[in-house]
């Protein structure tokens, strides 16, 4: 993605991407390399990490990494700080990192386990956020993009800890995108779609009888994918370019997904905007 001079369009700025070492993330990564923005990534596999690193290095594109747990406030500070040491400010925050959690009924699913899961997809997004937000309001600008799921805005029966914490991050979304906007700075939820790659890929693995939570979880996706209605992840690289260019910043605090028409959501950006849509709120009750 380039400018009309021909200059790559995110040329001198720095994106910072988080679960960047596989699946989603890494594709994002190397999408915003493409597009000229220097790319730190955070995930917790040095080898992933290092291959993430490698391929972007490889195709021309500039990138540095750290390793951390994004549950832990302390090594989130350390891999930021020192992403922002080796390539500077941090002009976009992609939220990717994320697990799946315990597959069962509420009840009956580990709760160390279910809250483990919502402490990696909302903490870790809170973490960073916090992490970066000062600079970017000292500095008048900034983008962060928070990847979420269809299961925080829909139940998705026998995955509670994943979609509450999806859920949970649409509305984290919608509230710091309010408080921030009066500083320059633009937030998004994006759903990117059930994609072969990233979290499918241990569903899709399980080898759990049919019967089982997991089996009616691998049963599903698998049955989504072959229906035609997943998504590519080039789809999802294609919005995150285009919200990082800046075309989305009007829609910030909105929920959006690969599966919207991109360019008529924005010939109707007034609608949205009059009407509070493409955000997680209540039914207006009859009249």
């Not at 990534?41 to 994004?70: F, K, N, T």
């Not at 989305?248 to 009407?275: K, N, P, W």
């Amino acid at each position: 993605m380039s400018t009309a001079t021909g200059r790559p369009a995110l040329a001198g700025s720095v994106a910072l991407v988080t679960g960047g070492g596989r699946g989603v993330g890494r594709v994002l990564a190397l999408a915003l390399a493409g597009a000229g923005a220097a790319v730190g990534l955070i995930a917790r596999s040095p080898d992933q990490l290092a291959e993430s690193v490698h391929l972007i290095e490889g195709a021309g594109g500039a990138a540095a990494a750290a390793c951390a747990d994004l549950s832990d406030p302390e090594a989130a500070a350390t891999a930021v700080d020192k992403l922002r040491h080796e390539l500077g400010p941090v002009d976009l925050l992609v939220n990717n990192a994320g697990i799946n959690g315990p597959v069962g009924p509420a009840w009956e699913v580990p709760e160390q386990d279910w809250w483990h899961a919502v402490e990696v997809n909302l903490r870790g997004v809170t973490l960073c956020s916090r992490l970066v937000l000062p600079e970017m309001v000292s500095r008048g600008r900034g983008r962060i993009v928070n990847v979420t799921s269809h299961a925080g805005v829909f139940r998705w029966p026998l995955a509670s800890a994943y979609s509450v914490s999806k859920a949970a991050v649409i509305k984290l979304t919608e509230n710091v995108a309010y408080e921030t906007r009066r500083y320059g700075i633009s937030v998004f939820s994006v759903h990117p779609g059930i994609l072969p790659i990233g979290l499918s890929e241990p569903a899709l693995a399980s080898t759990a009888p049919a019967n089982s939570p997991e089996g009616r979880l691998r049963e599903w996706v698998g049955h989504e994918l072959a229906e035609g209605r997943g998504a590519h992840p080039d789809q999802v690289a294609t919005l995150l370019l285009r919200i990082a260019i800046g075309e989305f910043d009007r829609l910030s605090g909105r929920h959006l997904s690969v599966h919207d028409d991109f360019d008529a959501l924005l010939a109707h950006t007034e609608d949205v905007l009059r009407d509070d849509l493409y955000v997680l709120r209540r039914r207006d009750r009859p009249s």
